[in-house]
């Protein structure tokens, strides 16, 4: 966190800029292996004993393949979301 202020505080330097910049893609990487890697040890250990529910439960979070729920907004005549219930129509 302190080299993400620091190269805020750089933006008019460019040399030294683009330096922390770097070392801060580095440590961002590093950490992605690092965490990529726990998981996959999870889901190894998980495969080991057979535990195959758990196993595609804990794959579909790494991979984030789960459903996405949206919200939708009911609206009024003129495009505005309506947020009272006693305003809705009943059809």
């Known amino acids: 966190m302190q080299l993400m202020n620091e190269r805020h505080l750089l933006k008019n330097v460019p040399d030294r800029y683009k330096e922390v910049d770097t070392i801060i893609r580095s440590k961002i990487k590093e950490a992605k292996v690092k965490w990529t890697q726990e998981q996959c040890d999870k889901a190894e250990r998980l495969h080991r004993p057979h535990d195959l529910f ?38």
Not at 64 to 91: A, C, V
């Open 54 to 91: 758990n196993f595609h439960k804990k794959v579909k979070e790494i991979t984030s393949t789960g459903r996405k729920t949206s919200i939708t907004m009911i609206k009024n005549e003129q495009g505005n979301p309506i947020l009272e219930p006693d305003k809705l129509k009943r059809i």
